[in-house]
């Protein structure tokens, strides 16, 4: 469960507490619905997001889209150690530390997260209720 703080002084500022997960769409979406014609400027503040999987990162990712498509620039700030590297795994990018917000910006990367996220999601529902506990899929 998350919660968010919304802040708005001529832009939108989202800081966000707790696990982004399947729950955190709902929530993530709201800050986006009263914004203005004078906010150009959206910040997703992750200081507080204690861990991501891959329904949390695709409820991000539908939310920068959004917001782009509302006219906004956005960036995402305080990444957390955990998010950080699930991103960066999901990513393909090795290493412990992955400079992931650096690559954020290379054209495409968004559209590579996207569907590696997906896919690791649909892996998920996939699976859900029918293989036994503990079962995982071969390397």
């Given at each position: 469960m998350i919660?968010?703080?919304?802040?708005?002084?001529g832009m939108v500022l989202v800081s966000v507490t707790g696990a982004l997960d399947e729950d955190a769409g709902a929530a993530l979406q709201r800050a986006l619905d009263d914004v203005t014609a004078d906010e150009r400027d959206f910040t997703v503040d992750l200081h507080g997001a204690t861990s991501m999987d891959s329904a949390g990162l695709l409820h991000l990712l539908a939310l920068h889209r959004r917001a782009e498509s509302l006219g906004l620039r956005v960036m995402v700030v305080g990444w957390q150690p955990q998010p950080r590297q699930f991103m960066a795994d999901v990513a393909g990018i090795r290493g412990r530390g992955s400079a992931t917000g650096e690559r954020y910006a290379v054209a495409g990367f968004r559209r590579l997260i996207e569907r590696r996220a997906q896919s690791s999601w649909d892996l998920v529902d996939f699976t859900a209720g029918w293989l036994p506990p503990g079962w995982l899929p071969p390397a």
């Open positions: 919660t968010t703080n919304v802040q708005r002084h």
